[in-house]
Structures are given as structure tokens and as C-alpha cells.
């Protein structure tokens, strides 16, 4: 604790530094003599307290406590003023008032005098607490007032100080690269300078409403300096204080605007297609059936389809987890419904044990990872009608992960093909069976003279089994009176005559058997025949006997012992293998 006197008697500076240090032992007590130069002690030894005498020569104790309290280095420092005569009313108040804490009058009472004292440096060390807190509170008040404003200054973000008329007070670089303006030039205008939009009517109206709530958050379009119009995001808060001010953080949004607007058009776009798409196309969201087979898994399931054909009541429950997002006419159309809505009203009857069957597949390849995949599905329109589908699947990727939650699901309508096929299945079984039971023999030849298909009766008048003469050439069975006149009849059979003439094959024996033949081209196409396209232009010959076999072929010299591609014998037969035209 540091004491400082000022009194002008030398004996009263004694006394009092005696009673001090008596009474208060850890008192360091600094004396001065004079007004002056106890001003100049208490700057340079900052006491906690001082007792100043009232009347003194030169300059007296008012005097002296109108410096300290001018003084920002001594101005903090308590007064006890002191003086020799009883002090009036006057005199108490204008010490009070120039800035003295305490008055005391000789002769002096020690105990108050102590007391006083001890009061005052209490005062004085709280006071420099607070002190340094409130000096320590404004430095960081000040950094952070300096952070802040480069931050405002350096960030990305325009930044704008608007009062309540809309007029620019202060902006940062960010707002001067928004606007096309310098910051000289945006601190003359105003809002209504910038908008594109709304009339200053409208300005006015929109800061009174910020200015009641306290807060908004909207959009507006900007008219930059060069006559760009830019889309920007205004954050406003206003300031209730005696300045009233707002205070805006305004973004670019131009290229996020131009980006919603292109997904719009696309999303536009892809829903014409997906509505007027003449292919049945599902939106559908697998989530949950992909969440259903992730605790299979977590249950230890590897074979979905063992899985299901022990548990087949999770089929039905897998069935109920997709969830139908949308569906095209197409879909409706397909399914004999009249509507979109009567088909996902109706969704339930389209489940029949076909359905759960394929079902079972697309479960099996999405659990094998697969997210392109197609199968057939046969299932009953709502009408009753039969429907065989071929579905494809496609689950689209986000990032590179299959996203579950917009699966497309596409059903190509392929019924009226099962029924041709199933027609042509039909037709050929009884094709089949007239040829292979036909009392005539019967070959089939290809373009190039080579039988691809024979009937037992064919075969065995020459001696070999069906296979046999599979491959083979009619002139490699000719007699050579028969064979001279084989290109001649090709030709004109290839140019559309039906023939009927005679001819002489050899049998396998040797023998040479008489058959009448009957030859055209099988013309197959046009919409009423397309079930028989697959044989298109081929020939067909049909051999008779005309008696029964008698002369002898002697056995092939190479290959396979039976077979009729083999050389004759040399009694002026042509070769199996000869040229046929």
C-alpha cells in the first residue's frame, strides 16, 4: 500500500507519515511539500491513495485535485482532502465536486483517518480491477472489431451497411465485384439503384417489413453497372440500436439459378419422354428392399433364392416394400387400364404366382449386385388377358453407388410374339409330322442343291438313313441320262415352274430305281406366311417309286462306308461328288 501527502507544513507531513506507518505497518507513505510537486509524485509513484492539505501556497488543494483529476495517469487515484480550519458546506461540496472522495478537518480523529484511508485504497484496487478488465475487454473488443472488419473486407460474400432509406454507408471489395461499381460509387447510391425489379415504393415497403421482423432471407435480381442482371441471395439483419442499421450479406446465385433452371427444362423433358414414351416405363423406389436384404444378410442369409423357396411369405412382403413413384400411359395401356390412377388403384390384382416367380429373379440379381439386368415375367391384364413381358431393370448410380430410391423398370409387351411362336411351334409339329409320316418320299434342299432335311420314305428308297443324306446333292444320286438334265430343271424351278418329270436315281445297293418327281420352290413370306419364314425360298422335291428297287450300288470307296458322298464304281456312273449345276 502506497500513501502519498502533500502539505506544505513539514511537521504535519511527519506526524502523519508516523501515524500511518503506526497504524497501518505494510504503508509505504511518499510525502511532498508543495501542490507541484505532489502532482508529479503521483505520476510517477501512482499511489493508492492520497491525503492532500487544502490550504497551501502557490497552488492549493483544489488546485491541485482539479490537475489529478485532468490527468488520465492520476485521475483514477482517491482524494482525502485535509485542513486545518472547520471546513463549511461550500467548501465540502466544491471538493466533492471537483473530484474528492473524502474530507477531513483538524484536529484530526485517527481512527476515521485510518478508516478513510483504508476505504480508499480499497476503492482504488477495485477500481484498478475493473479497470484493467474494461482495458483488457476494449483491446479485444478492438481486435475483434479489426477481425471483423477484415473479414467483412476479404470475404467472398458482398457486404453492405444500409440505412433505413435503403442508402449504401459502408461496403466491401466483395460487393464492388458484384455490382460492377468501386466503393467511392456504391457509397452514393442506394438499394433501389442495383434492383431490377421492384420500383422504390416496393424497396421501401420490403426494409420496413426487415425492419419489424429483424431478419430476412430472399432472392432479388441485381442490375450490375455493365447492364448484366444478376441473381443474388440477400441475408439482412437489422440492428436495433440508436444508428438503425441493416446489415446485408449478399451472394451470387446467378449459377445455381442458371443450374435449377437447366434441371427444371431436364426434369421438364424427361418427364414428356417418360409420359408419352410408347414403352411401359415404372419409376419405382427399392429402398426398403434393399434395406430388407441388407438384415437378411446381417442374419446370415447367402442364398436369397434357397431363402425364398423355404420362407415364401417373404416374397409377398418384399413385394409390399416397393414403393411406386410414377408410371406412364404406356404402362396403363398395357396393363387394360383406362387410367394411371385405375392401374396404381389396381396394383394388387396385377400379383398373380407368374408374377411372383420372375419376381423372384429381379430379387436374385439385385441381391447379386446387378443394377442392369432383364428377365420375362407372365402375369393377367386387369381385363383377364394374358401378358408376357420382357422387363428390364436399371438402377441408376449417385457417386457411384446404386441409388435404390428412383429404380426405372421398363415392360416390353412380347405376348403377341409368344403367340406366333407358340403358333409356329404348333405348325411345325404338325409340318413335322406330316413330313416325317408322309407315303412319299420328301427332301428339302437349300439354294445351293444341298438336301438339309428328308423324311424316312426318301431315305430308305435310296437305301440310306436320313442322316446319311444329309448334305447331299440330288445329282450325286442321278443316273447320268438323269443328271445331264438336272441344271436345265433347277434352272426353271429356280425361276418359279412347278415340275413333275421322271427320273433315275442309283439306290445305294447300285441298283437304279425309277422315280416321277414333283419340284417348286417353298416361297415363304408377307404377313401370311411370316410364321414360316424361316424356310423361306427353299425347295422341295418329291420322289415316287415307280417299282420297286432292284439294281445294285456297289459300297462307297472312301470315307464313311454309308455315306452317299462316296465315288461309284466304274461302270460309267457319275460321281457323288459331281458338280450338280
Given at each position: ?6 502539505d506544505d507544513k ?5 506526524a ?12 509505504e ?5 508543495s ?5 508529479e509524485l503521483?505520476?510517477?509513484?501512482q499511489?493508492?491513495t ?10 492549493d ?11 488520465p ?11 486545518g ?9 466544491r ?8 474530507f ?24 484498478d480491477?475493473?479497470?484493467a ?22 470475404a467472398r460474400?458482398?457486404f ?8 449504401f454507408l459502408?461496403?466491401n ?8 461499381y ?8 442506394s438499394v ?17 417489413k426487415?425492419r419489424?421482423?429483424?431478419?430476412a ?18 441475408s439482412v ?18 449459377e445455381?439459378k442458371r ?41 446370415g ?10 420362407h415364401?411369405?417373404q416374397?409377398?412382403q418384399a ?5 411406386v413413384?410414377d408410371?406412364?400411359r404406356?404402362?396403363a ?8 390412377q385405375?392401374?396404381?388403384a ?8 407368374a ?12 441381391w447379386?449386385g ?14 383377364g ?7 428390364h431393370?436399371?438402377v441408376?448410380?449417385?457417386?457411384g ?17 409368344k403367340?406366333v ?6 405348325s411345325?409339329?404338325?409340318y ?5 409320316r ?13 438336301i ?5 420314305v ?17 445329282i450325286d444320286?442321278?443316273?447320268?441320262a438323269s443328271?445331264k438334265?438336272?441344271?436345265?430343271r433347277l ?7 412347278t415340275?413333275?418329270f ?7 445297293d447300285?441298283?437304279v430305281i ?22 423361306s425360298?427353299?425347295?422341295w422335291w418329291?420322289?415316287?417309286?415307280r ?27 457319275n460321281?457323288w461328288?459331281?458338280?450338280a449345276?
Amino acid at each position: 500500500m502506497k500513501i502519498l501527502v502533500i502539505d506544505d507544513k513539514a511537521s504535519q507531513l511527519a506526524a502523519l507519515a508516523e501515524i500511518l506507518q503506526g497504524f497501518i505497518p505494510d504503508c509505504e507513505t511518499v510525502t511532498a511539500d508543495s501542490g507541484q510537486a505532489g502532482l508529479e509524485l503521483a505520476r510517477t509513484c501512482q499511489p493508492d491513495t492520497i491525503i492532500l492539505d487544502v490550504q497551501m501556497p502557490g497552488m492549493d488543494g483544489f488546485q491541485v485535485c482539479q490537475a489529478l483529476k485532468a490527468d488520465p495517469a492520476t485521475r483514477h487515484i482517491p482524494v482525502i482532502f485535509l485542513t486545518g480550519e472547520a471546513a463549511d458546506s461550500a467548501s465540502r461540496i466544491r471538493g466533492l465536486e471537483i473530484g474528492g472522495d473524502a474530507f477531513l478537518t483538524h484536529p484530526i480523529e485517527m481512527g476515521e483517518l485510518i478508516s478513510q484511508v483504508r476505504a480508499m485504497v480499497r476503492i482504488k484496487r477495485a477500481e484498478d480491477v475493473l479497470r484493467a478488465e474494461k482495458l483488457s475487454v476494449d483491446c479485444m473488443l478492438r481486435e475483434t472489431r479489426e477481425h471483423e472488419a477484415a473479414i467483412l473486407h476479404t470475404a467472398r460474400d458482398a457486404f453492405f451497411v444500409i440505412d433505413l432509406q435503403g442508402r449504401f454507408l459502408d461496403v466491401n471489395e466483395a460487393a464492388g465485384q458484384l455490382t460492377g461499381y468501386s466503393r467511392a460509387e456504391l457509397l452514393r447510391m442506394s438499394v433501389a439503384d442495383l434492383e431490377a425489379d421492384e420500383a422504390p415504393a416496393e424497396i421501401a415497403v420490403q426494409l420496413e417489413k426487415i425492419r419489424q421482423a429483424g431478419d430476412a432471407l430472399f432472392e432479388r435480381r441485381f442490375r450490375r453497372k455493365d447492364g448484366r442482371i444478376v441473381h443474388v441471395e440477400l441475408s439482412v439483419n437489422y440492428l436495433r440500436n440508436s444508428e438503425e442499421r441493416l446489415f446485408a450479406f449478399i451472394r451470387d446465385i446467378t449459377e445455381r439459378k442458371r443450374a435449377e433452371e437447366s434441371l427444371r427444362e431436364s426434369e421438364e423433358r424427361f418427364g414428356q419422354l417418360f409420359e408419352n414414351s410408347p414403352v411401359a416405363t415404372w419409376l419405382e423406389d427399392f429402398t426398403a428392399v434393399a434395406g430388407w436384404m441388407q438384415q437378411l444378410r446381417a442374419q446370415g442369409v447367402t442364398d436369397l433364392r434357397a431363402f425364398l423357396g423355404e420362407h415364401p411369405d417373404q416374397i409377398q412382403q418384399a413385394l409390399g416394400l416397393i414403393r411406386v413413384l410414377d408410371l406412364n400411359r404406356a404402362a396403363a395401356t398395357q396393363n387394360g387400364a383406362r387410367s394411371k390412377q385405375e392401374l396404381q388403384a389396381s396394383l394388387p390384382q396385377l400379383i398373380r404366382d407368374a408374377t411372383c416367380t420372375a419376381f423372384i429373379g429381379e430379387l436374385e440379381a439385385l441381391w447379386q449386385g446387378q443394377t442392369s439386368f432383364e428377365f420375362e415375367s407372365h402375369s393377367v391384364r386387369l381385363d383377364g388377358r394374358p401378358l408376357d413381358l420382357i422387363v428390364h431393370v436399371d438402377v441408376p448410380r449417385k457417386s457411384g453407388v446404386p441409388d435404390y430410391s428412383r429404380v426405372i423398370v421398363t415392360g416390353t409387351d412380347i405376348t403377341e410374339r409368344k403367340r406366333v411362336e407358340e403358333a409356329l411351334r404348333q405348325s411345325e409339329e404338325r409340318y413335322r409330322h406330316l413330313f416325317d409320316r408322309a407315303s412319299v418320299g420328301i427332301i428339302l434342299l437349300s439354294l445351293d442343291g444341298k438336301i438339309f432335311s428328308t423324311n424316312e420314305v426318301y431315305a430308305r428308297a435310296h437305301g440310306y438313313s436320313p442322316q446319311e443324306m444329309l448334305g447331299v446333292s440330288p445329282i450325286d444320286l442321278d443316273t447320268p441320262a438323269s443328271a445331264k438334265q438336272f441344271p436345265e430343271r433347277l434352272r426353271r424351278i429356280l425361276a418359279g415352274e412347278t415340275l413333275t418329270f421322271e427320273a433315275e436315281n442309283y439306290h445305294k445297293d447300285g441298283r437304279v430305281i425309277p422315280f416321277e418327281v414333283s419340284a417348286g420352290i417353298i416361297s415363304v413370306g408377307g404377313p401370311a406366311t411370316a410364321s414360316t419364314s424361316s424356310i423361306s425360298r427353299e425347295m422341295w422335291w418329291k420322289p415316287m417309286p415307280r417299282s420297286s428297287p432292284c439294281w445294285v450300288i456297289p459300297a462307297p470307296s472312301c470315307c464313311n462306308s454309308t455315306s452317299p458322298t462316296s465315288t461309284h464304281n466304274s461302270r460309267g456312273r457319275n460321281s457323288w461328288r459331281g458338280s450338280a449345276h
